[in-house]
């Protein structure tokens, strides 16, 4: 009894201090995430007050926190849309995924870090944040411009380059032999290609399944599936966040509409409980040394997600304001980014990688909305001038 009580008295000051921390991310205008970091750095490993007793409680929030971000994610999109954008965009897709994986991977090598860590490090610097850019687009009114298709068609295809590279990734942190990983790759791929058939052909049986008109029936229905494909993906060498991502994409319409309200409470609330848990994981310590490095990183990463943007922009036709808005909105990076990290940091890839993602991100999570803010009017000023 006395170690539930003092979960719950963790728990609850977590989650509390959580709640602060969100109210003041909002009076400042830019994203709680760093907040969050901040928040695990500060109660975890050599932080000032460690939560022992309650850690593994969390680390079980956390998971569930990746699996639900994951589910959220793929309810933007259907089978059919992210067919589409592939194709139609694959050009920019590809330069985007050369230009940002390239900064993480080299400077893993540099550091003599070696291959395992040098792809984690690519997967870290590649993907922007979801979630960010889309409340910057809401939060600055971008979601009319004509750049914005362009910039949510560079997601999908970050999200699709994920659920290949995160089977890749697991498979290389296992250690597995040459001819066990690439095996295990292919299970992998086979899974995610069979998951997306039965998404474009069979999504109307499953969401006849899934729909129901009463919430609470609706909710268990949604997170019982995406935990039971999530489980099975995890057995089948698949990240249980792609799995998730993929009974996402299953399901579509204003059944996708409906289980994304219902979902958005639970998503936020274990959503940061993740992030909490991440800055856990890290000893403040190791992130002084590596604080230079991480800002390096940030810098090139904005310059390749700004020329990534333009570039994407400029081949659907598109003006240089919008060109700049489309490479400012790609800069933030977040709930992806801290997922590869965790993942590289529980298999020992190499003990300084997650302090340095760890900074990173906190930079460009907290950049990443402040520089829109700040090159709005710049921005508007090329356009009037246009």
Request: proline share 4%.
């Amino acid at each position: 009894m006395h170690d539930t009580a003092v979960i719950f008295l963790e728990f609850g000051a977590v989650l509390l201090g959580l709640g602060v921390l969100g109210a003041l991310a909002l009076r400042g205008g830019i994203s709680p995430i760093p907040l969050y970091l901040i928040a695990g750095l500060a109660f975890g490993t050599g932080g000032v007050l460690p939560l022992a007793t309650s850690e593994e409680f969390i680390s079980v929030g956390a998971e569930l926190g990746v699996v639900l971000l994951l589910l959220t994610l793929g309810l933007e999109y259907n089978a059919d849309e992210l067919v589409t954008s592939l194709t139609s965009n694959a050009r920019a897709g590809i330069v985007d995924l050369v230009l940002n994986a390239a900064p993480g991977a080299i400077c893993a090598l540099l550091l003599g870090w070696g291959p395992v860590a040098a792809v984690a490090m690519a997967g870290v610097t590649y993907a922007t944040s979801s979630g960010i850019t889309a409340k910057v687009l809401s939060d600055l009114g971008w979601i009319g411009n004509r750049e914005t298709p362009t910039v949510l068609s560079l997601l999908v295809f970050e999200d699709l380059t994920m659920a290949i590279y995160l089977p890749v990734l697991t498979t290389m942190l296992a250690g597995l032999s040459l001819v066990s990983g690439a095996i295990s790759v292919g299970i992998a791929l086979l899974t995610v290609s069979v998951v997306l058939v039965v998404a474009l052909r069979f999504g109307r049986f499953i969401e006849a399944f899934v729909s129901s008109p009463n919430n609470e029936v609706l909710l268990l229905k949604v997170v019982g599936l995406a935990l039971l494909v999530a489980g099975l993906a995890q057995q089948l060498q698949v990240s249980a966040a792609v799995g998730a991502f993929l009974v996402g994409i299953a399901l579509s319409g204003q059944l996708a509409h409906d289980a994304q309200a219902l979902l958005a409470p639970l998503r936020d609330l274990f959503a940061a409980v993740f992030f909490v848990f991440f800055g856990f994981q890290t000893d403040p310590s190791k992130i002084l040394p590596v604080a230079g490095l991480a800002a390096l990183l940030a810098l090139v990463s904005m310059i390749t997600k700004l020329l990534t943007g333009a570039y994407a922009a400029r081949r659907a036709g598109i003006a240089k304001a919008g060109q700049a808005r489309a490479g400012i909105a790609l800069i933030p990076r977040g709930e992806f980014n801290i997922v590869i990290a965790g993942l590289a940091v529980g298999a020992g890839a190499h003990p300084d990688l997650g302090a340095l993602a760890a900074a990173y991100v906190l930079i460009l999570a907290a950049f990443g909305p402040l520089a829109a803010k700040l090159v709005q009017p710049l921005i508007e000023a090329i356009a009037k001038r246009a």
